[in-house]
């Protein structure tokens, strides 16, 4: 038992690794409404441009797309800066792309860092819950990260908004999110 010749090796598949890690999660504005105005085989058209994009996006930034859920993804990054960039970079494919079968999609993203736990391919703890809620308070088009995320990346150059407090669930106290402020006359 002292040698720890029992245990699995720490690299395998069910070993668990709480390394330090910035989550970027999305999700379609209006999505459902989406989907009954277009019907489901013109709706996957649009989902799959979608997914086109932000698998481009999370390639091109160094992202690990972690699991896709029709209208959204979770990834995650070794590094906020390139999680940053590509959240903008996403919003900027999405607000430059044409639209699809009439519908120009709208994309929420939350972004958080933490130490999620990680069993095989997929993360799991409140770092995840928390990217995800952030998510859910952003508008379409916005970006919000908490503040652990703003202050990873203090002096890189990113510009953020003030914040506010919100309230997500299964958080006992609101949390501190930042609009991440990515539209160019913003950055001047």
Request: proline content about 4%.
């Amino acid at each position: 038992d002292f040698l720890g010749e029992d245990e699995p090796p720490r690299n395998s598949a069910n070993a668990s690794d709480s390394s330090i890690r910035t989550i970027l999660f999305t999700d379609i504005e209006g999505h459902t409404s989406m989907m009954q105005r277009l019907g489901d085989e013109r709706g996957r058209v649009v989902l799959r441009e979608h997914e086109r994009i932000i698998r481009e996006q999370l390639r091109s930034h160094g992202g690990n797309e972690i699991r896709s859920m029709g209208d959204g993804f979770l990834a995650s990054f070794h590094s906020t800066q390139q999680a940053l960039r590509c959240a903008i970079d996403l919003q900027r494919a999405f607000e430059a792309g044409a639209p699809v079968h009439g519908e120009r999609l709208r994309v929420r993203v939350g972004i958080n860092a933490g130490e999620p736990i990680a069993e095989g391919d997929e993360l799991f703890g409140t770092a995840v819950q928390l990217a995800a809620e952030i998510a859910g308070h952003a508008a379409g088009g916005q970006v919000l990260a908490a503040r652990v995320v703003r202050e990873l990346v203090a002096g890189k150059g990113f510009h953020f908004s003030e914040g506010r407090d919100e309230p997500l669930a299964g958080q006992d106290q609101p949390v501190h999110v930042h609009e991440v402020l990515w539209k160019e006359p913003a950055l001047r």
